[in-house]
């Protein structure tokens, strides 16, 4: 019997056989900013799978700013937030930011993921419960498991079902923990409900902003302003490495709750901190969202323009209600070779396979950014229509 711990990697064949054949999407070279267009692999192509969902990764202030924080401080701040890692720049965009969005205060993660992780693990604890839909994102199931409360989930946005394991954890401290925006599906959230499912059972309520902050409601605050729920959100995540056009996480909610986190979260105190140079660009990219509201109006006025046109084609949009747009196309390898076929004709992708999605169920996500000009969309909507039809897909 073979006890090496490596025979999994040598059985390792899925990536190779891709490859093979000529289907493999990932891991691409990308060598230019991240536009709208962009050079991968030496050719130019119209990027459909960006997050920079306002176009501010190339802004000429975001780029000046990150320049002018290296400067100032340095390339590296060389240590942990909780020890000799934080400036006085990691301050002011964690003010900027909580102001922003409604709360007392805010905390600055080096990821997104590190932010998940980091707050859902400290404040779950022995005998308590984390409520999750189970279409989470996987930074939030990775911070459930690294907990040391007990995990259910609930099918997604599915409030009856959601209601179930709130009546069969009463009694006990429960954290709801939801996406504002889902990141493959590219639905919202049932925030009201929730809410009110939260208050009737004595839960509090998590949401992950990453795909909705920049994106929807009035200011762009994300899904608690869509809704005008902003209070009813207790705690808040967003990343920046979307619509903030950087790295990084925040944490947001009551000042004694963010200082719980603040000395208890793992991901906080063992992680070197987020480098002048991405914080930098956080702070303009912040000042931009408020200040050029137009983007969030082209991004939305694109997006529906995008569904309805896919639609009208006869692809399957699911419940997208946002700039993320799936499109249903079947097997894993219908979706491999979907991306192939749009990739050769200038259009760069992105497949989600099993265990992403369902078996059977396999899409390619598109996504867009305030800065698609019209030639770009009616280029992709063109492409899509011609490799759909090849496929079988369409019509």
């Known amino acids: 019997m073979n006890f090496d711990i490596f025979g999994k990697c040598f059985n390792f064949k899925a990536a190779t056989e891709l490859k093979k054949i000529g289907f493999y999407p990932y891991f691409h070279k990308v060598e230019s900013v991240q536009g709208p267009e962009i050079i991968v692999d030496g050719k130019k192509k119209i990027v459909v799978c960006s997050n920079n969902y306002l176009g501010l990764a190339n802004h000429p202030k975001v780029i000046e700013a990150s320049i002018t ?3 100032k401080y340095g390339t590296s701040c060389t240590g942990s937030r909780f020890l000799n890692g934080t400036n006085d720049l990691h301050e002011k965009v964690e003010k900027k930011f909580a102001k922003f969005v409604g709360k007392e205060e805010a905390l600055l993660f080096t990821t997104g993921h590190h932010s998940n ?9 022995k005998n308590e419960v984390l409520i999750t ?3 989470d994102h996987a930074s939030i199931i990775d911070g459930c498991r690294l907990s040391f409360g007990e ?11 959601l209601e179930r394991q709130l009546i069969k954890y009463q009694g006990r401290g429960m954290l709801i923990v939801v996406d504002g925006v889902f990141s493959m599906e590219g639905d919202i959230a049932n925030l009201p409900e929730i809410s ?8 509090r309520v998590f949401v992950d ?13 994300g899904t608690g302003e869509y809704f005008n729920m902003e209070e009813d959100i207790d705690v808040l995540m967003a990343t920046a490495s979307k619509s903030l056009a950087s790295i990084g996480g925040f944490i947001a909610s009551k000042s004694e709750v963010i200082d719980f986190i603040k000395h208890s979260a793992r991901t906080m105190i063992f992680t070197a901190s987020l480098p002048p140079a991405c914080v930098g660009a956080i702070d303009a990219a912040l000042d931009l969202v408020i200040a050029e509201p137009e983007r969030r109006t082209r991004l939305i006025e694109t997006s529906k323009k995008m569904r309805s046109a896919f639609k009208s084609m006869g692809y399957n949009t699911g ?3 946002s700039p993320i747009i799936p499109l249903t196309v079947g097997s894993d390898f219908s979706a491999f070779k979907m991306w192939k076929m749009l990739f050769d004709e200038g259009i760069f992708a992105s497949p989600v396979v099993t265990p992403a999605v369902p078996e059977g169920n396999s899409i390619v996500r598109t996504s867009y950014m305030a800065t698609h000009s019209d030639d770009n969309l009616n280029f992709i909507l063109e492409k899509f229509k011609k490799v759909g039809k090849q496929l079988g897909i369409l019509g």
């Open 196 to 203: 009110r499912l939260a208050k009737k059972y004595e839960a």
């Open 209 to 221: 902003e990453a795909h909705s902050l920049g994106v929807i409601g009035e200011n762009g605050k």
């Open 319 to 321: 419940h997208s209600q």
């Open 133 to 135: 839909d189970r279409l």
């Open 117 to 125: 992780l980091g707050a859902i693990s400290s404040l779950v604890g």
């Open 151 to 161: 995990m259910a989930r609930f099918r997604h946005n599915d409030m009856a079902d």
């Open 69 to 71: 924080a290296a400067k």
